[in-house]
């Protein structure tokens, strides 16, 4: 994040108005200052002067920190119940809403001057952000934001974080990106995200939802919640606004937002953009992007049928918002390689493809697309991030070991958990001929790059653009470029072959 710009003064009364505006009831207990320098929700960084948000937590309740604040010199703390404890406070009904809308406020209103799209789903969040942002480039100056970090209007990318920030963090990533130039921002957004209200101070001109599948189970009580969670994202839907819909999963087929412009995207001739004449080759796709009553080709420099899904949704977007199917489809001819989405990052003497596919789906479609354009075997590594939903691990550890020829277990982000417990949970009532457990990352890239002969492929899954590790509380630094490049022979700034399983 870069985050250079600084938060405006801002006034109670203003604070007070666009809390009552978003129907969050504010009331103030006490006399608060005049105005506020800056907006906090992290006890840690509160300054004189600042408007501290109390939000409550899965782990931390922020009314815990309330003494501590004003002893840090907080004029006012924004709470959903009032303490007695001679600060003034700003009583309200879900303070993780407020927090959003104030963000918004403190940050100069940044959405006001941007077109905004939100992306959501369970796979294909990053590639089509990443396509849409390129395509809308067309029209003007965009950026996104989102799990691959943030993309400049130059195209650059920052350091990834969180997949959608927090309310203060995103308002002031916008707000930087806008004084950039940028004229359109792309967002993921995610279920945490939709769930925790960290979007809610923003209206969106475009909205998408891509695929649905298990995922975050460890967050979410069930599959439903987690649908739910995703479908808050038309609630923020602007009226008049547009609303690109996957046609093909079955999640959202009763999607079809009131006072707004729905666009169903799909494999099928039945749905409002749709590929006819696709063409599955080893360095992407070709089809004829049609529309009704429309046709323009289109030469996709990403693999899968997966991404072809992706570049629709994105061609939706572009659609809704006044691009001709033309420009569309010469922009998604052009698009530049997906850090981390089915990207190449060796030819010889082995072909080496990382990609951050993470969940039973994504391993699904990734495996499955490169059997098709490898014409000798598959040897996949793959592990499961610790703290996350253990019940897709043996889903995952299935889906390896049925369509990688030669299939390594491995760990990935283990955090709290004991790797070796993880991998031993993936491959439960398995035949033990059917995998090899390497615990140690960096030992089973080698292993499989030992594994492989001149028309094979090496799949690193799981990790993708992530340049670390985290084990226990500690992030260590792990490429697996850069893994790949010391242990073969091979020169730095292979082709890359772009595209994702995200």
Same mark, same amino acid.
Request: charged share 25%.
């Given at each position: 994040m870069c985050r250079t710009?600084?938060?405006?003064?801002?006034?109670?009364?203003q604070i007070e108005r666009r809390l009552a505006d978003a129907g969050l009831e504010p009331r103030w207990r006490g006399v608060p200052p005049a105005a506020f320098a800056a907006l906090r929700s992290d006890s840690r960084l509160v300054g004189d002067g600042d408007l501290f948000c109390a939000i409550?937590?899965?782990?931390?309740?922020?009314?815990?920190?309330?003494?501590?604040?004003?002893?840090?010199g907080a004029g006012a703390a924004v709470v959903e119940r009032v303490i007695d404890i001679g600060l003034p406070q700003l009583a309200v009904r879900d303070a993780r809403a407020a927090v959003s809308h104030l963000a918004t406020l403190f940050a100069g209103d940044p959405g006001e001057a941007l077109k905004l799209v939100g992306i959501t789903g369970t796979n294909g969040k990053s590639t089509t952000a990443w396509l849409t942002r390129w395509v809308l480039e067309e029209l003007g100056p965009a950026a996104a934001l989102g799990t691959l970090g943030t993309v400049s209007i130059d195209g650059e990318v920052g350091d990834p974080g969180l997949t959608t920030p927090d309310p203060i963090d995103l308002a002031l990533e916008l707000a930087t990106l806008r004084a950039s130039g940028a004229e359109a921002a792309v967002l993921e957004v995610s279920?945490?995200? #939709?769930?925790? $209200?960290r979007a809610d101070g923003f209206s969106f001109d475009a909205v998408a939802f891509t695929s649905f599948s298990?995922?975050?189970?460890?967050?979410?009580?069930? #599959?439903?919640?987690?649908?739910?969670?995703?479908?808050?994202?038309?609630?923020?839907?602007?009226?008049?606004?547009?609303?690109?819909?996957?046609?093909?999963?079955?999640?959202?087929?009763? !999607?079809?937002?009131?006072?707004?412009t729905t666009l169903r995207y799909g494999f099928e001739p039945t749905a409002d953009l749709w590929p006819d004449q696709l063409t599955l080759e080893a360095g992407g796709s070709r089809f004829t992007l049609r529309a /009704?009553?429309?046709?323009?080709?289109?030469?996709?420099?990403?693999?899968?049928?997966?991404?072809?899904?992706?570049?629709?949704?994105?061609?939706?977007?572009?659609?809704?918002?006044?691009?001709?199917?033309?420009?569309?489809?010469? $922009?998604?001819?052009?698009? /530049?390689?997906?850090?981390?989405?089915?990207?190449?990052?060796?030819?010889?003497?082995? #072909?080496? !493809?990382?990609?951050?596919?993470?969940?039973?789906?994504?391993?699904?479609?990734? #495996?499955?697309?490169?059997?098709?354009i490898v014409p000798g075997r598959v040897i996949a590594l793959l592990g499961c991030g610790g703290d996350r939903d253990p019940g897709k691990r043996p889903q995952m550890g299935t889906i390896l070991t049925r369509l990688a020829d030669v299939a390594i277990v491995t760990s990935d982000n283990p955090r709290s958990e004991d790797p070796s417990d993880i991998c031993r949970q993936m491959v439960v009532g398995l035949p033990a001929d059917s995998y090899e457990i390497v615990v140690d990352r960096r030992e089973a890239i080698a292993r499989g790059l030992?594994?492989?002969? /001149?028309?094979?492929?090496?799949?690193?899954?799981?990790?993708?653009?992530?340049?670390?590790? !985290?084990?226990?509380?500690? $992030?260590?630094?792990?490429?697996?470029?850069?893994?790949v490049e010391d242990l073969l022979p091979v020169r730095p700034g292979a082709s890359e072959l772009p595209g994702g399983a995200a």
């Open positions: 710009l600084p938060q405006r003064t801002t006034t109670n009364q409550p937590g899965t782990r931390v309740d922020g009314h815990d920190f309330l003494d501590a604040v004003k002893r840090a279920s945490h995200a #939709l769930d925790q $209200r298990r995922e975050h189970l460890e967050y979410h009580p069930d #599959l439903e919640a987690y649908r739910e969670a995703k479908l808050r994202l038309l609630e923020l839907l602007a009226p008049g606004g547009v609303c690109a819909v996957n046609d093909d999963e079955s999640a959202w087929k009763g !999607i079809s937002p009131a006072n707004a /009704p009553g429309e046709a323009a080709p289109v030469s996709l420099p990403l693999p899968a049928d997966f991404n072809v899904r992706n570049a629709l949704a994105a061609a939706a977007v572009a659609r809704g918002l006044g691009m001709s199917l033309e420009r569309i489809a010469a $922009r998604l001819s052009a698009a /530049p390689p997906v850090p981390g989405r089915m990207e190449v990052i060796s030819r010889e003497p082995v #072909l080496v !493809i990382r990609d951050f596919a993470h969940n039973p789906d994504s391993c699904e479609r990734a #495996l499955s697309s490169l059997r098709q030992a594994e492989a002969g /001149p028309a094979d492929a090496v799949a690193l899954l799981g990790k993708g653009h992530e340049t670390y590790q !985290i084990i226990g509380e500690k $992030r260590l630094p792990f490429d697996e470029r850069r893994i």
